[in-house]
DNA sequence: AGTGTTATTGCAACCGATCTCAGCAACCGA
DNA sequence: TCGGTTGCTGAGATCGGTTGCAATAACACT
C-alpha cells in the first residue's frame, strides 16, 4: 500500500485536490457526477482521508477525550463502553485516558487534548480536584462532567439524583420490614459520593431511625473494614446500604468469610447496577443508574455546548433493581 | 491562549523554526546555550509540540490503539489498566477500542490506526477472525497480539501457557482429594479458549478420570447454564473448573441460587487473577495470570519488532492463587 | 449579441511541525 | 595565511488536507 494521499486520488480521478476534498467534507458544493466519480476512484484505491491532516488544518478533530480515574472500577468500564458506542455513532472516536485518580496526570490529558484539537471532552472525576484542574484550561469550558460540580455553572453535567436513589434504597428496605439500616461509604473525594452520604443522614434521620455509618475508611477495603465494624457491634443493623456496587461486593464478600450471610443474616444494597451484580452471589439488589443513559447524554450535552454555547445540567432518576441480596429481617 | 505554534516561539526566542524543533526532537544537535534558552521560552509561554503536526510530518506517531472485544469484561479492563501505564511510561499514548466483537469495528479501527501513523498496535481478540482482519493490512506486521495466533508465525504474541495453568488447577484440585473435576468453558472462539478447554479434556482422561463438560453455550449465560446442567446430574462432579474467572463468577451466583453452596458442596476455581475476585463471595480461588506483564511484555514486544524486525512469541507461566473457593471435596 | 448570475473547479497559501541542504563561523595544522 | 573539518543555524520543501479567491462554463434574460 504506497502512500495514499488525496493528490493521488486526485491523479486518478483527473481532477484537483481540492474537488476531491471538497468531495469528501462539503458533497454539496461539487456536481454529482464529479463526486461519485471521485467517490469511485477512492474506493477502489482504498483511500480515507487522514484525520491528522484535517485536524491540523481545521482545527477540530473528531477525538473525543474520556478520563476516568480507574478503567478497572467496573462503573467506569461500563461507561466508557456506553460512550465508546454514542461516540461513533456520532462519528467521534473515543480516547479512553486513564489517570489513576492522580491529578498531574489529568492535567497532561488536558493539554494533550488541546493539542489534538478535540471538540470536547468527558471527564469522570476521581476527586473533587480534577475539577479544578479543568479550569486552569480555556478547554475547560468544553468539558462535561460526570457528577456535580460546585460553584461553576458553566460547565455541563450529567449526574444522577443521590438522594432519590437513597430514598429508593431506604424505602425498599423499609417495606421489606428494616428499621435499622447502616451504610458503608466509598471511596470519598467526588461530589457524587458526598451526596450519597449526605443524603442517607439526612433521609435516615427523617424517618427517626439513627443512621448508622460503618467505619469504612477511605480506601479499597472500605467494604472489609466495614464488615468489621458490622461483626463487631452488639445491635448491628439488619440492612445495610453500600455507597456503591463495588464496596456491596467487598461487604458480601467480607461478611461471607466472617460467616454472615447475605440476604440471610442481613440484607445489602448497592448503589450503581453494573451488570456484574447480576453475576454476583447473591446477584446484587442495587439502586440503577443509567449508565448508558448518562454515556449518551452526555455527549449530546457537548454537542449541544458547542452549537448555542447552552449549559445544562441533567438530572437523571435512578431506579430500584431488585436481585437476591436483599430480604426481610431475620428472625 | 492564541495558538503557540513553533514559529511563535522561535519569534520569541530569536531564532528559527527548525532551530526550536531540533532544540526539542535532537537536543544534541545544537548548542546548549541556544536549546536552554529556547526551552526556557518555551515554557514561559506554556509551549508544546503539536503531536498532529509532528505525526503528519514524521509518519509515525506515539499514538497506539489497543483492540480489546468488551472492555466491560474485567480481564480487558485489567490489561488496558496495565497497559496504558506500560505505554505512558515509554511515551506513548494508548488510544482504547471496544470492537464489541464487531469485526467490521475492527477493520475500521485498523485502518484509523494506519492512518494515525500508530507505530504498532496492540490485539486482544475477541475471535479468530480479528486476526484474520489483521493480515489485510500491511500494518498487520507491527500488530502484537494477546492470544495464540495460528499459522502466522510473522505476528509477535503473549499468551499464558494454558496448558500449565489448567495442570495448575487439576493439581490443586487433586490435591484437595477431588477426582471427579467438571469443566465449564467460556465464551468459545478464542485460541486461548480453546486451548484451556483441549487442556482440560487431555489432562483430564491422562489422569484417568473421565472429564465432565458442563453444557455451557457460548454466550454470556455460560456460568448459568452450566450451573443447570449441574443440577440435573445424577453424579455431579465435586470441583468445577472455569474457563475463566467471570464464568467462574456466574457458575457460583447461579448454583447459589439454587442452594448450592461453594465450596462446602463443589469447589470452584477460576482462571485469570482478576483483582476482582478477591472481593468475590466467597473469594475466587483462580489460576492467575500474570496480566501487568502481560502488558508490558506486549509494548516491549511491539517495540523490539520495529527495531529489528525480530518476531518473539512469549508464553508466561501462570500461578495459583488459592483464595476461598475450593476446599476439599464433601462427605 | 451582451451582460449578469450561478454552479463548478482550479490555484495557492496555510495548519505546525521535520529534515535535507547549504551557509557560515570558529578552529586546526602546516 | 590557507584549505579542511567540525559545529551550529537558517532556508525552504514537504506531510495531507482545507478554503478563500479567481477563473471558467453554463444558463437566463433583455
Partial sequence: MPDLSI???????GVHRSTVSRA??????????TREHILRV???????????????RTKTSTFIPLIVPD????????????????????????????????????DGYFTAMQAMYAPFGIVAPSTKVDTEAMKRFDFGHKVVVIDRVEGDDAVPTVTVDSRRGIMIALEHLHSLGHTSIGYVSGIAGTHTAQDRMDAYLELSAESGSAPVVLDSGSDLDAGTRGAEHYLEMDNPPTAIIAANDMVAFAVISALGQRGVRVPEDVSVIGFD?????????PPLTTVRQPIADMGHIAIELAEKQNIDGSVDHIVLEPQLLVRGSTSGPRK
Fill in 24 to 33: 469528501f467534507s462539503r458533497p454539496e458544493a461539487v456536481k454529482r457526477e
Fill in 42 to 56: 477512492a474506493e477502489g484505491l482504498g483511500y480515507t482521508m487522514s484525520p491528522l491532516a484535517q485536524a491540523l
Fill in 273 to 281: 447496577g453494573l451488570a456484574l451484580g447480576a453475576r454476583f452471589n
Fill in 71 to 106: 478503567i478497572t472500577n467496573p462503573f467506569f468500564a461500563e461507561l466508557a463502553k456506553t460512550m465508546t458506542q454514542a461516540a461513533d455513532e456520532r462519528g467521534y472516536q473515543l480516547l479512553l485516558c486513564v489517570t489513576n485518580g492522580d491529578p498531574a496526570k489529568t
Fill in 7 to 13: 493528490d493521488v486520488v486526485a491523479k486518478a480521478a
